[in-house]
């Protein structure tokens, strides 16, 4: 695997130890509370979407293998437990190591589709925006699980 890719693999899986420790930490009683105020999620719709986002924008836009995916769902009926959280994270994380050891540094500024059907990003636009997705929500998980500690 490519240096760079490597790296991008890299920075994924320590979003998904960080999001598995946390989730753990909160527990089966704690992972559904959400702060009583509107647009707020708790960690199980947060990590729920989350992945659910990577799974898109890795296995279908870049690696081309369709995932299905029902984004309302996700903030809708999230995962609920411990256990099948982490089972889905480790899962999705097997998917996108898999799809992006096909990419090389070159392969990275190709244009692949995104959510949007009309506009395009390239490979490495794409993962960045995963990343950072995925730092916002990590951050969104802190604060709600701060707030159920202070409730």
């Known amino acids: 695997m490519d240096t760079e890719i490597q790296e991008l693999v890299t920075a994924l899986d320590g979003v998904k130890s960080t999001v598995i420790d946390m989730v753990r930490q909160i527990g089966d009683d704690g992972i559904m509370w959400s702060p009583d105020v509107e647009d707020t999620n708790s960690a199980a719709v947060l990590a729920t979407h989350m992945f659910g986002s990577e799974a898109a924008t890795i296995h279908e836009y870049i690696g081309d293998t369709p995932v299905n995916r029902d984004r309302d769902s996700e903030f809708a009926s999230p995962i609920a437990s411990v256990d099948a959280l982490v089972a889905m994270i480790e899962r999705v994380g097997k ?12 392969s990275l500024g190709r244009q692949v589709r995104t959510r949007d059907a009309a506009a395009s990003k390239s490979v490495r636009d794409s993962l960045l925006g995963v990343l950072m997705h995925q730092a916002e929500h990590v951050g969104h998980m802190q604060l709600a699980e701060q707030l159920r500690q202070a409730d």
């Open 95 to 106: 998917r996108s190591r898999s799809a992006l050891a096909l990419e090389t540094s070159q």
